[in-house]
């Protein structure tokens, strides 16, 4: 069996992983939205969700991918997805800064795991766009730990990062279905 085949799987895996992404990243987005900042039981619960559908979207990858490439990197995205679920989980109830500062946090640290993620498999298509979802996540983290220090800071920025992050993985999962389309044409 040639790399080929599993190349293909992966980025086919990938494709369907990418548009559940986007989906769920919007309807999370609008519901953030729509809470506000009101950090009651449905607020804390909405922000411990989004690590953990990271963590089960990088458990999906990593089934998707180990038979193609290292995956040690998604380990390592999974580790800090469910130290940030728990982090919210212990903040959520103290306040929007403490929200802020590990939503900040994991933001960086996983927006750097998807740029070496991103640069990594650029051979399977499709990946600018999480390589520069990835880099965007970086700054996007440092802004919101800076935003917990001052006054009025709000959870709403979370729904347009959500919003943005769910684009980029759109427009990967359109740019995999061309790729896969033009090395099935070749």
Same mark, same amino acid.
């Given at each position: 069996?040639?790399?080929?085949?599993?190349?293909?799987?992966?980025?086919s895996?990938?494709?369907?992983?990418?548009?559940?992404?986007?989906?769920?990243?919007?309807? +999370? &987005?609008?519901?953030?939205? *729509?809470?506000?900042?009101?950090?009651?039981p449905?607020?804390v !619960? #909405?922000?411990?969700l989004? /690590?953990?559908?990271d963590?089960?979207a990088?458990?999906?990858?990593?089934r998707a991918?180990?038979?193609a490439?290292?995956?040690?990197v998604?380990?390592?995205n999974?580790?800090?997805s469910l130290?940030?679920a728990?982090?919210?989980?212990?903040v959520?109830s103290?306040?929007?800064?403490?929200?802020?500062?590990?939503w900040g946090? +994991? &933001?960086v640290?996983?927006? *750097?795991v998807?740029?070496?993620?991103g640069?990594?498999?650029? !051979? #399977?298509?499709?990946?600018? /766009?999480?390589?520069?979802?990835?880099?965007i996540s970086?700054?996007?983290g440092?802004?919101?730990?800076?935003?917990s220090?001052?006054?009025?800071?709000?959870?709403?920025?979370?729904?347009?990062?959500?919003t943005?992050?769910?684009?980029f993985?759109?427009?990967?999962?359109l740019?995999?279905g061309?790729a896969?389309r033009?090395?099935?044409?070749?």
């Amino acid at each position: 069996m040639t790399t080929t085949v599993p190349a293909a799987d992966v980025a086919s895996s990938l494709r369907r992983l990418y548009f559940v992404r986007f989906g769920f990243a919007v309807v +999370w &987005a609008a519901l953030v939205f *729509a809470t506000g900042s009101d950090l009651g039981p449905a607020g804390v !619960a #909405l922000l411990v969700l989004y /690590p953990v559908f990271d963590v089960v979207a990088a458990v999906v990858d990593v089934r998707a991918s180990k038979a193609a490439q290292s995956v040690s990197v998604l380990y390592v995205n999974i580790a800090i997805s469910l130290l940030a679920a728990v982090g919210l989980a212990v903040v959520g109830s103290g306040g929007i800064a403490g929200v802020l500062r590990v939503w900040g946090s +994991w &933001a960086v640290v996983a927006g *750097a795991v998807q740029l070496v993620v991103g640069v990594r498999r650029r !051979a #399977l298509g499709g990946q600018w /766009p999480m390589i520069l979802s990835g880099g965007i996540s970086v700054l996007a983290g440092a802004s919101f730990v800076l935003q917990s220090t001052k006054d009025g800071a709000s959870l709403t920025n979370l729904a347009g990062y959500a919003t943005l992050g769910g684009i980029f993985f759109l427009v990967s999962a359109l740019r995999l279905g061309r790729a896969r389309r033009r090395a099935e044409l070749a």
